[in-house]
């Protein structure tokens, strides 16, 4: 088993449920992963910024 | 940009939806990755970045979240959810497919952790070793 570094900051109160997880045996794996998302609004305009910004000293 | 996340595991027993969003009403609730029996995600990129979200913990100020995330399995299944306007970094230890995640959210996807499980070809099983 390896476990890897941690991803993203550290804010967030609801934790995983390490129970669940616990429940899991080695023959368990994963069969699906879903999501929802929107659209990305601030990080276009946040790049969008940034290019700008550095145009500059072009 | 990734609102909420669910994984679902073959033992039936867990399969919440994390991430705060998305159980308030998404307006964009897509794809599902299907893994067929014996495939296994073997790559995972994370991208996280600095968003103004609604949270508890820092009123007013800019939080560091996972706005997107890139599944590929070792069937060649791939699926991108949420944005790449963030940094990205990756994980894909070789010989190890993902076993589980775990993470934090509030508002959003706030972090992620995965373990991995190495491929034993020997006996077709997993096996575990210690903390590498």
Avoid at chain 2, 15 to 21: C, P, Q, R, T, V
Wanted: charged share 25%.
């Amino acid at each position: 088993m390896k476990r890897g570094d941690p991803f993203g900051g550290p804010g967030g109160e609801e934790l995983w449920d390490d129970a669940e997880i616990a429940t899991l045996t080695f023959n368990d794996t994963i069969t699906s992963v879903t999501a929802s998302q929107s659209f990305d609004l601030a990080g276009l305009f946040r790049n969008k910024f940034i290019e700008n910004k550095y145009s500059i000293f072009r | 940009m990734l609102l909420s996340l669910t994984f679902s595991y073959s033992n039936d027993k867990i399969g919440k939806e994390y991430g705060g969003i998305g159980r308030r009403g998404r307006w964009d609730d897509l794809n599902r990755l299907e893994l067929t029996p014996g495939e296994h995600i073997d790559h995972i990129t994370i991208y996280e970045g600095y968003r103004n979200i609604t949270n508890r913990w820092r009123e007013g100020k800019l939080t560091y979240v996972i706005v997107g995330i890139y599944f590929k399995t070792d069937h060649n299944q791939e699926i991108l959810y949420g944005s790449t306007n963030g940094i990205q970094k990756k994980e894909s230890p070789k010989n190890y497919f993902l076993a589980y995640a775990q993470g934090k959210c509030g508002g959003h996807i706030d972090s992620l952790r995965f373990t991995w499980y190495k491929y034993c070809l020997k006996n077709s099983t997993i096996i575990e070793e210690n903390n590498l």
